[in-house]
């Protein structure tokens, strides 16, 4: 869930990334490249919020998945199905594109790669474990970490090596998610006997959460695990992306951004549809699999929708490039807005209003995405960054300038 901030450094599992500078060749800013993260983010909270609103919490994730059995339970298929692993995708392609950029910047000042890439990967780890323990279990930093650390020490490397990674971490991927799928369905999803502490969410304390965290540390960060194949394969398809000029307000650019949209709007979106109608024993395909198709068609039709708009920006745009740089603040405003609406330590609606479902997630989602579309715009008004980054921009120089001291 790659903030960014002009200069250097910038969500389930759910969906962002560590500051990242957003520049050209020509070091002039990708303003593109913010309101496709800002919209990642939004989609975010679109997939996140059904695991906030749950009175079971996130873990409900594991045991208790909507079916279409019901009017109600087919309109929550529907509604998670616009977002969900479509935006965690998205921002993965988009940490590939962050990388990408900093390769370029190290190449053009003659700096050596990873250098002190190396040092955003350690804080991104960093961060995705603090916000694991503290916030939400299903924090997806700490595998963008791990995906990191593999694909910086590729992206200078030639198409052929790259194309053969890409290759062989799809195959790995496929094998994965088919594998599992095929126990899934054959042995269903699990029982409420097995979820355990069934209450912490509704009517726990604080650090009752945070321990239910720390006890169940492997089962809720084998997500970070187990998506690196893919996030491998989206990262290098970011860069490669960037370098054919799928941003580019250009015939070359237009021409990949429909070709794009044609796979992941044409095929993807509807074979996902059957997906997530097919039941729980297809979750895996439903959320790693044809998501990341439906990401690249999304990436393309936002492209071309800012490149489309002439004229002043209106508010909404305006908004959307704010949280997209201070994605990483509005990705952490957004997971603790929704825990204290629905936990039992804050307001405790998951539990109250569970009778509302599928219409209240929507309205906390549509409460909370307008809260900081407003809040993101005022606060860049007066700083460059937003808070989590310029603590991050802080942490990342803090050893160069000592280096330089000494």
């Not at 860069?239 to 796979?263: C, N």
Request: glycine share 12%; aromatic share 12%.
């Amino acid at each position: 869930m790659n903030p960014t901030s002009r200069h250097a450094p910038a969500p389930p599992a759910q969906e962002t990334g560590p500051p990242a500078p957003q520049s050209g060749a020509a070091g002039r800013r990708i303003d593109v490249l913010d309101i496709l993260r800002g919209v990642a983010i939004i989609g975010t909270l679109g997939t996140n919020i059904w695991l906030f609103t749950h009175p079971l919490g996130p873990p409900s994730i594991f045991f208790r998945l909507p079916e279409a059995d019901s009017a109600g339970g087919a309109v929550e298929v529907v509604l998670r199905w616009l977002a969900n692993g479509k935006f965690l995708a998205l921002l993965t392609i988009l940490f590939g594109v962050g990388l990408e950029l900093q390769y370029r910047s190290a190449r053009r000042r003659g700096r050596p790669w990873p250098g002190w890439y190396l040092w955003r990967t350690a804080l991104l780890f960093l961060e995705g474990a603090l916000h694991f323990v503290l916030v939400f279990e299903f924090d997806a930093l700490i595998g963008y970490a791990f995906t990191s650390l593999i694909v910086v020490w590729l992206v200078g490397r030639s198409d052929r090596c790259v194309r053969a990674w890409i290759i062989a971490m799809g195959a790995l991927h496929l094998v994965l998610v088919g594998a599992l799928t095929a126990a899934l369905v054959a042995t269903g999803t699990g029982s409420d006997a097995t979820l355990g502490h069934p209450d912490v969410y509704a009517v726990g304390s604080y650090a009752d959460q945070v321990g239910l965290r720390l006890s169940r540390f492997l089962l809720y960060r084998i997500e970070a695990v187990f998506v690196i194949p893919m996030g491998v394969v989206l990262f290098l398809l970011g860069s490669r992306l960037l370098r054919a000029g799928v941003f580019e307000k250009s015939e070359r650019g237009a021409r990949i951004r429909g070709r794009l949209m044609v796979v992941g709007l044409g095929v993807g979106a509807p074979l996902n549809l059957v997906t997530a109608f097919a039941g729980p024993g297809w979750f895996l395909v439903d959320r790693y699999l044809l998501p990341p198709l439906v990401a690249f068609g999304l990436l393309g039709l936002v492209t071309t929708l800012a490149h489309r708009a002439t004229g002043e920006h209106g508010l909404l745009r305006r908004g959307v490039t704010a949280v997209g740089r201070s994605a990483l603040s509005c990705y952490v405003f957004q997971n603790l807005a929704a825990s204290a609406l629905c936990y039992g330590w804050g307001l405790g609606l998951a539990a109250e209003l569970d009778w509302a479902r599928p219409w209240w997630p929507v309205l906390a989602w549509a409460a909370i995405v307008s809260s900081f579309l407003v809040l993101a715009p005022l606060w860049l008004r007066r700083f460059s960054r937003g808070p989590v980054e310029l603590v991050w921009n802080w942490a990342y120089l803090a050893p160069q300038r000592l280096g330089r001291g000494s």
